[in-house]
């Protein structure tokens, strides 16, 4: 059977994905050729159905993959990517899902007739529940751009966007938002043990709470200031909590705060 597509980087990430696209049968074992140098690494791999090498160079000389992902850390991606420039012709388009690498980065390795769409994936798409955002240069077709978001859907949500300056913000967001999220769960879990609750209890109901909230939001159709109106009866407990949380725009205030500081790092480490 043709290769489809050449993974290159077996991690935590690339793992999941590779395990999204072969289980909601997008892909199949057979079509994928996983490229990682760690054995243990790249056993799991093969475990999964896939062919498997520990370098680029043992991909069979014959193969014109549709994809090439490229799913290793932003610091040797310059290496990493140099290994595939065989397949920057045209006929293989390129996904990079490395954090604050350019575009240009990798049209300025392979040359200017690849096809590349850089992603900007999150940890959550660990367990299908992701937030990948995408943007593309000028030569990836449509049908390609459509086969690359149906692939991604298999680890969460997709979105596009046109302009990459964009990215910056995205980072910001949703790709260091699990991170704020989490915190959030560590100090309502902390807020709960002041109040008196047993540790155990505390922490189930903190993330119990944020998780059953979040997916209520996601499924309603109601905006999450309607769910919130809901839930606040006047002069009520709740309303008591969120004159704190919303006075001045306290947690707004914060969150934007925290965000921007995301963001003009990210432009820094793009730099």
């Given at each position: 059977m043709t290769i489809?597509?050449?993974?290159a980087g077996c991690?935590?990430?690339g793992y999941?994905?590779?395990s999204g696209w072969l289980k909601s049968g997008k892909l199949a074992p057979a079509t994928v050729f996983v490229v990682e140098p760690n054995n243990d690494?790249?056993?799991r791999a093969a475990a999964l159905g896939c062919a498997i090498a520990a370098d680029a160079g043992d991909i069979p000389a014959d193969t014109v993959p549709d994809l090439v992902v490229i799913a290793v850390k932003p610091q040797v991606i310059r290496h990493v990517t140099t290994s595939y420039k065989r397949f920057g012709d045209g006929r293989t388009t390129f996904v990079s899902i490395a954090a604050g690498t350019p575009v240009a980065t990798f049209e300025e390795i392979l040359g200017n007739h690849a096809p590349v769409v850089r992603c900007m994936p999150n940890t959550p798409a660990s367990i299908g529940k992701g937030m990948m955002?995408?943007?593309?240069?000028?030569?990836v077709s449509d049908d390609t751009k459509r086969f690359v978001a149906d692939l991604l859907s298999a680890s969460g949500e997709v979105a596009t966007i046109d302009d990459e300056g964009l990215m910056d913000a995205v980072t910001a967001v949703s790709g260091s938002g699990p991170a704020y999220i989490f915190h959030f769960i560590e100090a309502l879990t902390v807020a709960a043990e002041k109040a008196g609750l047993p540790t155990a209890t505390a922490r189930l109901l903190a993330m119990q709470t944020v998780y059953g909230a979040a997916s209520l939001a996601a499924?309603?159709?109601d905006e999450p200031g309607v769910l919130r109106q809901q839930v606040t009866?006047?002069?009520g407990t709740t309303a008591a909590a969120l004159a704190v949380l919303m006075g001045e725009?306290?947690?707004t205030n914060l969150l934007t705060e925290a965000v921007e500081a995301a963001r003009l790092r990210s432009i820094e480490l793009g730099k």
């Open positions: 489809r597509l050449v993974l991690g935590n990430m999941a994905m590779l690494l790249r056993q955002v995408v943007f593309s240069n000028p030569l499924e309603s159709q009866s006047p002069n725009d306290r947690l």
